[in-house]
């Protein structure tokens, strides 16, 4: 099974000019992507940048020592490659002097890869971000019915590739993610001595979905410092395990202007890391896990059908609130998520007649294909 989009993407900017880049968490499917696009490997030097040799001989590397590497192939994979030092210059190497080969890198955490890549690269690479499986593939995949009656399953344990393919596995892969390996990039560069504090963090978290986050309450929670909570939640949105979401404030002064909520990008992590696999009957946190859902999924579909927005929620301090604000084109289309809608969700008066003319929807699992498949 392989992230359909992407494969087309990357498909046609090859040989082309330009390093390809692909960006996302460990054990996203980066490297099962490439495999599918590339299924004969003889013509292809592949390194990974989680071996110590591959990381000594790479970065030192010079473009006489690349030739004498490549040999007579056309392609060079470098996974992992933010394990390897001065990178980016390395990889310029190749874009600069060796045009006729075409290198793919992979990574999973952007705050390492992208330092090292931004300024040598500036203009040689597309870069690609990469996450778990989205609803619009599986319905590619296995039809719009099928996927239909699996939603409550995807709520549930979401769609990390292993768990899409290992049907009564889905427990024991989201706990062996999210015990270490989802974290080794952040405890590698990020400094990070104290696992459990980080572990105690996304638990926190994954608590609040769909709620306002306060960094000084998660950090009287866990036990460390409001600033120490904000740089842990920078690395793991940079490692693509969680992803935030500003207020939108532009008329009214009783608009929270400094707020945020945070989402995971993928609903399986999230359960696993609280301990809770119960079906949503019996749940109460049903409505976060649509929120948090259609949320994270409506992304997957903007990144990959190229519709460029910015991405807010908006509440006031009377707790009137819109759960997602997109804004693209000069106007702003708002939404209101309903996993059981006892009734119609109406626009707040306040946000009515402060913005006339933005649109309004409801998402329920009736028209979810709507918000993710033809919107």
């Known amino acids: 099974m392989i992230h359909r989009f992407l494969f087309e993407k990357i498909k046609n900017q090859l040989f082309k000019g330009k390093a390809i880049i692909i960006i996302g968490s460990r054990q996203i499917g980066k490297t099962s992507l490439l495999h599918e696009l590339f299924p004969n490997t003889d013509n292809i030097v592949w390194l990974n940048g989680d071996d110590l040799e591959v990381q000594h001989i790479v970065s030192h590397i010079n473009t006489a020592q690349w030739q004498t590497l490549?040999?007579?192939?056309?392609?060079?994979?470098?996974?992992?490659?933010?394990?390897?030092?001065?990178?980016?210059?390395?990889?310029?190497?190749?874009?600069?002097?060796?045009?006729?080969?075409?290198?793919?890198?992979?990574?999973?955490?952007?705050?390492?890869?992208?330092?090292?890549?931004?300024?040598?690269l500036t203009g040689r690479k597309w870069e690609h971000k990469m996450y778990p499986l989205s609803y619009a593939e599986m319905v590619k995949h296995h039809g719009l019915l099928t996927e239909r009656s699996l939603l409550t399953y995807r709520l549930i344990y979401g769609y990390y590739p292993e768990v899409v393919t290992s049907p009564g596995n889905e427990r024991d892969i989201l706990r062996m993610l999210t015990d270490s390996y989802l974290y080794k990039d952040i405890l590698s560069f990020g400094g990070i001595k104290k696992s459990n504090k980080l572990v105690a963090l996304l638990q926190a978290i994954a608590y609040q979905v769909g709620s306002q986050v306060s960094y000084s309450e998660l950090a009287t929670t866990i036990g460390i410092d409001g600033k120490t909570v904000e740089t842990y939640i920078d690395l793991l949105e940079k490692c693509y395990i969680i992803f935030r979401l500003p207020s939108f404030c532009r008329n009214l002064r009783n608009e929270l202007k400094h707020s945020r909520k945070i989402y995971f990008y993928d609903n399986g992590i999230r359960n696993a890391l609280i301990s809770n696999f119960a079906p949503i009957q019996n749940r109460t946190d049903v409505g976060a896990l649509w929120e948090n859902f259609a949320v994270s999924e409506r992304m997957k579909y903007c990144q990959y059908q190229d519709l460029w927005c910015n991405r807010y929620f908006w509440r006031t301090h009377k707790q009137k609130e819109i759960d997602y604000i997109e804004e693209y084109d000069g106007k702003l289309h708002a939404y209101e998520f309903k996993y059981n809608?006892?009734?119609?969700?109406?626009?707040?008066?306040?946000?009515?007649?402060?913005?006339?003319?933005?649109?309004?929807?409801?998402?329920?699992?009736?028209?979810?294909?709507?918000?993710?498949?033809?919107?």
């Open 70 to 120: 490549i040999g007579n192939k056309k392609l060079v994979i470098i996974d992992e490659a933010q394990l390897i030092s001065d990178i980016g210059l390395r990889m310029k190497l190749i874009t600069d002097q060796l045009q006729d080969i075409q290198l793919i890198a992979t990574g999973s955490s952007a705050f390492e890869l992208a330092n090292r890549l931004n300024e040598p």
């Open 341 to 375: 809608p006892r009734k119609p969700a109406k626009v707040p008066k306040d946000f009515a007649e402060a913005y006339p003319d933005a649109s309004f929807s409801e998402i329920t699992p009736e028209n979810i294909g709507e918000f993710l498949l033809f919107h």
